[in-house]
């Protein structure tokens, strides 16, 4: 396995693109291949059979282009398929590195913003209790937040508006620290944080995801300093609306695309 290989990562839309950039700034060395499957897009709202299967299909065709390691980049398939996979090469999701930071820094009550799917897995309130027992957790399901994301309604009052309705029950409970337990969240980042106030902090698993892979990747894959990176992005469905959106997110204008089918 070549060390100037890439890393992989996907989730089911842009939302990933916040690992992308997170870990561009954390090792810019690093070659990247990303995909969205867009086409089966959003995973929040489909069964764990369902998430696994997909989950499975993007980590082989990853393994077909020759990736050296994986970024599950999508919160809803580290909660439902993360421990139901094998794979020959390195694998972080995103779940278990947001409870870390979160349980970190908590006084004690955390709220979890997240996708229905990964809200009713629970999976954030066993990783947050396994680590602090003394915890308490509160999650609410917002399943507009990642179709506001993909049409880009990142700061207008429609979003402001949606996301208001889900931080009010967890404003009145208390909350000290807020997990957004959906990689797509991070765009709406500005939003939430006026929302919630400054005292509170938001605690986005890309961020810190991007950490542990910079932390754990094995010396004989992780690419030389003198590498120049190659970043290629892949997408099941909607090319030009992604184009379009990660081309503004990442600030790169010649970013490459490519359409493809994952069966």
């Known amino acids: 396995m070549s060390s100037v290989g890439p890393i992989g990562i996907f989730d089911s839309g842009l939302g990933g693109l916040t690992v992308v950039a997170a870990l561009m700034r954390r090792m810019p060395h690093e070659s990247i291949l990303y995909l969205g499957d867009t086409a089966r897009l959003p995973y929040g709202t489909k069964s764990a059979q369902t998430v696994l299967r997909y989950t499975k299909r993007n980590l082989s065709f990853l393994l077909n282009r020759g990736?050296?390691?994986?970024?599950?980049?999508?919160?809803?398939?580290?909660?439902?398929?993360?421990?139901?996979?094998?794979?020959?090469?390195?694998?972080?999701?995103?779940?278990?590195?947001?409870?870390?930071?979160?349980?970190?820094?908590?006084?004690?009550?955390?709220?979890?913003?997240?996708?229905?799917?990964?809200?009713?897995?629970?999976?954030?309130?066993?990783?947050?209790?396994?680590?602090?027992?003394?915890?308490?957790?509160?999650?609410?399901?917002?399943?507009?937040?990642?179709?506001?994301?993909?049409?880009?309604?990142?700061?207008?009052?429609?979003?402001?508006?949606?996301?208001?309705?889900?931080?009010?029950?967890?404003?009145?409970?208390?909350?000290d620290t807020m997990v957004l337990g959906c990689t797509h969240y991070p765009m709406l980042r500005s939003t939430l944080q006026k929302l919630v106030g400054a005292e509170i902090p938001l605690v986005d698993s890309a961020e810190v995801v991007a950490a542990q892979v910079d932390d754990e990747i094995d010396s004989g894959i992780r690419a030389p300093s003198q590498n120049t990176p190659q970043h290629h992005f892949c997408v099941t469905d909607a090319a030009e609306g992604f184009s379009k959106m990660a081309k503004s997110f990442l600030d790169d204008t010649s970013l490459s695309l490519e359409l493809v089918e994952v069966t």
Request: hydrophobic share 50%; charged share 20%; aromatic share 4%.
């Open 67 to 175: 990736v050296k390691a994986v970024v599950v980049a999508c919160n809803t398939a580290s909660a439902l398929a993360l421990d139901d996979i094998e794979a020959p090469v390195p694998t972080w999701g995103v779940i278990q590195p947001g409870a870390a930071r979160a349980a970190t820094i908590s006084k004690g009550r955390i709220g979890v913003i997240a996708t229905d799917s990964t809200t009713r897995s629970q999976a954030y309130p066993r990783a947050l209790k396994a680590l602090r027992p003394d915890l308490e957790v509160m999650s609410v399901a917002c399943p507009l937040l990642v179709p506001l994301v993909e049409v880009g309604w990142l700061d207008d009052a429609i979003s402001t508006a949606i996301c208001e309705k889900y931080v009010e029950p967890l404003l009145r409970w208390g909350m």
